[in-house]
C-alpha cells in the first residue's frame, strides 16, 4: 500500500521558516519524481514545487521562487520542503505527491498558517 505521510507544519509569523517532510511507503521512491502541491481556503491546489527521482533537478512555481527549497533524502523515503520568509499568503494545506507506475498518490497533508 502506497502511503505519504506530511508532517511539520504550524502556525508561524510572518517572516518565520518551517520545514516540511513527507515520508514515503508502499513504493520505489528512488525511482520517482515528487512534487508539493499547495490549497488555501477558498482555492484549488496549486502545484509549487517538484523534484526528479534522483533530487539534481528543482522546479518552483514563482510564487515561491526563491524562498522554497525542495529536496528528498532517497536513503530515507523523505521528501522536503523548507519555507523561508513565509508570507499570509502561504497559508494552505500542503501535500506531497507522487506520479507512481501504480497510479497517483496524496498524502493527507499539513497545514501550515502564516499569521502575526
Known amino acids: 500500500e502506497v502511503q505519504l505521510v506530511e508532517s511539520g507544519g504550524g502556525l508561524v509569523q510572518p517572516g518565520g521558516s518551517l520545514r516540511l517532510s513527507c515520508v514515503a511507503s508502499?513504493?520505489?521512491?528512488?525511482?520517482?519524481?515528487m512534487s508539493w502541491v499547495r490549497q488555501a481556503p477558498g482555492k484549488g491546489r496549486e502545484w509549487i514545487s517538484g523534484?526528479?527521482?534522483?533530487?539534481?533537478?528543482?522546479a518552483y512555481a514563482d510564487s515561491v521562487k526563491g524562498r522554497f527549497t525542495i529536496s528528498r533524502d532517497n536513503a530515507k523515503n523523505t521528501l522536503y520542503l523548507q519555507m523561508n520568509s513565509l508570507k499570509p499568503e502561504d497559508t494552505a494545506v500542503y501535500y506531497c505527491?507522487?506520479?507512481?507506475?501504480?497510479?497517483?498518490?496524496w498524502g493527507q497533508g499539513t497545514q501550515v498558517t502564516v499569521s502575526s
Open positions: 508502499g513504493f520505489i521512491f528512488s525511482d520517482y519524481a
Open positions: 523534484i526528479n527521482n534522483r533530487g539534481t533537478s528543482t
Open positions: 505527491y507522487a506520479e507512481t507506475a501504480y497510479g497517483n498518490y
